[in-house]
């Protein structure tokens, strides 16, 4: 079956019992329906935080496909529960632009999905609708206040740098034209959309610790300047509290299921190869509050979404990581030792030895963290004995166990293994040995320097005539000592796609960076990196439909 034959072959469970297995009354849930709802902040619990578990999951340098981060993560989260732990699994949303693109929804795969799996990679509850909106809204406002002469700031429209956005894959928004048709119509100037997952405001939404610190870090953004060369944030503007007001419900986790019946939290979907990648500080609090042990993942390879995990998410979440587990598969392992695409299915126990270095190269990383890791072998029928044989025995060089995971075919009866192996690996660790890699008051080219050299493997960063100029304004605005988000290819280590395996002897260059003052990071730009993607000559919406009864077929 496919996955959303899967999904729809299960009953879901009423949303209040699913509730009353964390210790919920139904009177304190704010449902969407029979099968969706809405956790208020104050369940957040701190001291309960510190005695939970956090286990992230991430993964080796992706093929196109992706390796099933989310299915090894709602898959683990099933093998912890069958094992008797009380396991939360917390996720991003998905973005409708993958789902009817080529990537598909996030909602997992097979039988480790959560469920209503429609709902959650369609409109959901409505959070990226608000965020959207609180974007827009920034937007108009701007614009407003530029028409207006006797405003008393004096807005230079060439500099402003706020997009609007919409979450949708359409190219033909990337650069337009705004304010054609009079002076009532507004100042005529260059614009653009971004995919909503790529606002600032999807960044701030999810590293916010309360709807105050929202509200202070929505203020904090920064638009452009004045013809006075004076910088311009949302706050001059008064824009922040209709902006907060706007998300007053999303900044709330949603609670959903898993297929077998075990509560799950969705919340917030940053992208992580420009922005953090990483579900929102207050559903993985809330995870851990509900829970013993809360499964996590972040976007792409290690070297993105688990980098910007532990230096960005953990410093303003306060989140320590017990564990981390890094999802590999065969077939990317083929593809790292250089097979062609239509190769990947094709067992090759060379290839596999060759492309082990990707791997390895992760692993190295996360020990410089402080953490051993554990590796998750997403299983397909295209792996043979002898390759898996293989690579578990190269992890087991390197003292770092590879553990099968059949959570796609079987949930939870095929990650138990898993699950006893993680569990294992946290209770190897009396006290969690936790470390960023770099301290937030460096430089910023030592942050970035430090970035490359230690996760990337680079002999150095070289930057550009617009990136020394746009650190001199970085400096002068004050923002030096915020975290660095790389927004680099997520199909290498280097800043070039092309460099599979672990490349050797390269540079990277940052062309220039963006200011997230409001999301609170710097984000320096590895080459041409895209914020609203296209849709591919066939998107995967041609392939869906619904009946007169509502059912819907062939979303993915």
Known sequence: MTDIEIAQSVTPINIKIIAKKLGIDEDNIEMYGKYKAKLPLHFINEEKIKSSKLILVTALTPTPAGEGK????????EGLNKIGKKSIVVLREPSLGPVFGIKGGAAGGGYSQVIPMEDINLHFTGDFSAIEKANNFLAAIIDNVIQNNEHEIKIDPRTVVWKRVIDMNDRSLRNIIIGIGGKANGIMRQDGFNIT???EIMAILCLSNSISDLKEKLGNIFIGFTYTNQPVYAR???AQNAMTILLKDAIQPNLVQTLEGNPAIIHGGPFANIAQGTNSILATKMGLSLGDYVVTEAGFGADLGAEKFMNIKCGYGKLKPSVVVIVATIRALRHHGGALSSELNTPSLGKIKKGFCNLEKHIENIKKFGINPVIAINHFVTDSDEEINELIKLCADLNVQAVLSKGWLLGGNGTEELAKAVILEIEK???????????WNSSVKQKIETIAKEIYGADGVDFSAKAEQDLKRIEKLGLSKL?????????SFSDNESLIGRPTHFRITVREFEIAAGAGFLIPIIGNMMRMPGLPSIPASEGMDINDDGIISGLS
């Open 429 to 439: 660790t009396e006290i969690n040995t936790f470390k960023p890699i770099y301290e």
């Open 197 to 199: 997952a790529a606002s």
């Open 70 to 77: 989310t299915t090894v993560s709602i898959g683990l989260n």
């Open 483 to 491: 975290p660095i988000c790389m927004a680099k290819t997520q199909k």
């Open 236 to 238: 001059d503007l008064k």
